[in-house]
């Protein structure tokens, strides 16, 4: 069980936005504005695309954008493209029991 | 080029030991945190633990659930950093990513990642 809660799947169609959100506590999303996002291919390694709830890492397109509103933050991606597809993973910096907690996942379906 | 490559991993007994090994290159190894996080078959991501720099002390933090059996050490002379694990269990088993964050987010923006080395705990 993850400590972050994020939903198991979502899907959209090439052009669409979807957003995908992220669940926590006061001691991880809630407490702190450094929630990351990553992407991750099958069989590749994760790729970070939002750090610090909103910034994006150079090179990362402009499609992709962080929020946050209490104890969970959302990642939203416009213009969905067929490589946007692949699995998206949450993480917080928290101090219980670990310093980042990740969510379980979101597997993204580009339909 | 920023490269990680880990090395080390394999098949390991139940109760048995394993040290993995990340190699770093194209940056100052000495001035980054480096982290280990773990992916179990078709699972989520796991934090492991992480290793300061040297200026900053060079110390570790390890997730509570794994800190009595895992250690994580470095050598800056050679631009490596280093996971033993002891004890494992078939809970264990997985890809280790060698990690380093983005420079002042060293423990919450993870932006360079190996390629991961697999670990498999069974008998």
């Known amino acids: 069980q993850s400590a972050l809660t994020q939903p198991a799947s979502v899907s959209g169609s090439p052009g669409q936005s979807i957003t995908i959100s992220c669940t926590g506590t006061?001691?991880?999303?809630?407490?702190?504005?450094?929630v990351s996002w990553y992407q991750q291919h099958p069989g590749k390694a994760p790729k970070l695309v939002i750090y610090?709830?909103?910034n994006r890492p150079s090179g990362v397109s402009y499609r992709f954008s962080g929020s946050k509103s209490g104890n969970t933050a959302s990642l939203t991606i416009s213009g969905l493209q067929t490589e946007d597809e692949a699995d998206y993973y949450c993480?917080?910096?928290?101090?219980?029991?670990?310093?980042?907690?990740f969510g379980g996942g979101t597997k993204l379906t580009v339909l | 080029e920023v490269l990680l490559v880990e090395s080390g991993g394999g098949l390991v007994k139940p109760g048995g030991s394993l040290r993995l090994s990340c190699a770093a290159s194209?940056?100052?190894?000495?001035?980054?945190?480096m982290t280990w996080v773990r992916q179990a078959p078709g699972m989520g991501l796991e934090w492991v633990g992480r290793?300061?720099?040297?200026?900053?002390?060079?110390?570790?933090y390890y997730a509570a659930a794994l800190k009595n059996r895992f250690t994580i050490s470095r050598d800056d002379s050679k631009n490596t950093v280093d996971l033993q694990m002891n004890s494992l269990e078939t809970e264990d088993t997985g890809v280790y990513y060698c990690?380093?964050?983005?420079?002042?987010?060293?423990?919450?923006?993870?932006?360079?990642w190996g390629q991961g080395t697999m670990v498999t705990v069974s008998s």
């Open positions: 610090e709830v909103n």
């Open positions: 290793i300061k720099s040297k200026s900053n002390g060079g110390t570790t």
């Open positions: 194209g940056f100052t190894f000495s001035n980054a945190w």
């Open positions: 990690v380093m964050g983005i420079a002042g987010h060293w423990d919450d923006a993870f932006d360079m």
């Open positions: 993480g917080s910096y928290t101090l219980r029991n670990t310093l980042v907690v």
């Open positions: 006061s001691s991880d999303v809630g407490g702190y504005n450094y």
